[in-house]
């Protein structure tokens, strides 16, 4: 975020609208302190009792709520943080889009299992409790009529496309998308699915919508 690499891209191009785009095909590991990630927790500090020699009372032991917090040095703006490695996501966008002024788009590659599809949900939204399995069979059958589903205001993406890997194929067969595999190699077979004519006419309507 902060080596300039996207300030330098627009300025080098003369963009005046720009879309971040991201693709996955899982959820990111959470951010660590030099504490590990129990550094980032919201926390409690005890301050124990003492003694006030000049009011000669004793002041009782306080709790005070620790939060971690942020500030862009950029925009100065400040965003909190905690454990949580899908709400750090969704604080990262937002602030690529506060500093960039961009909107940002993403794609998520998932099976049509329902512990795969419970965790695209939960992990890629602000859905939460029982909605998350009435949006299950939500997605199911937007895969079935489209191949994919779409959430707008997900607390970092202006829109998520959550994709069947079911229903992408490509030349050579279906779109590989496994935890082993490169950024490089997802990106490649989602480039050639993307171009291929049995895409759905729905989703490259929506995408070009973004980026044209």
């Not at 301050?47 to 939060?67: F, G, L, M």
Request: proline content about 1%; charged content about 30%; glycine content about 6%.
């Amino acid at each position: 975020l902060y080596n300039n690499y996207l300030d330098g891209f627009i300025r080098k191009n003369n963009i005046e609208k720009m879309t971040f785009i991201t693709l996955t095909d899982g959820e990111g590991h959470p951010l660590e302190t030099i504490n590990g990630s129990y550094g980032l927790r919201d926390r409690k500090l005890k301050q124990d009792s003492y003694w006030d020699n000049e009011k000669e009372v004793r002041v009782p032991a306080v709790w005070t709520k620790i939060k971690n917090f942020y500030t862009d040095p950029v925009t100065k703006k400040t965003y909190e943080f905690t454990s949580d490695n899908n709400k750090q996501t969704r604080t990262l966008l937002k602030m690529i889009k506060d500093r960039y002024n961009c909107r940002v788009v993403g794609f998520y590659i998932t099976s049509t299992n329902r512990r795969e599809l419970y965790w695209a949900i939960r992990s890629n939204t602000t859905i939460e409790g029982y909605d998350v399995d009435r949006h299950i069979n939500i997605l199911r059958k937007s895969f079935r009529e489209e191949g994919f589903h779409s959430f707008t205001k997900t607390g970092g993406h202006d829109e998520l496309f959550i994709l069947s890997q079911r229903k992408m194929k490509i030349a050579d067969g279906d779109l590989e998308a496994t935890g082993d595999m490169t950024a490089r190699k997802l990106a490649s077979n989602f480039s050639k699915f993307m171009s291929q004519k049995q895409t759905s006419r729905v989703l490259l309507n929506r995408f070009v919508g973004w980026v044209a």
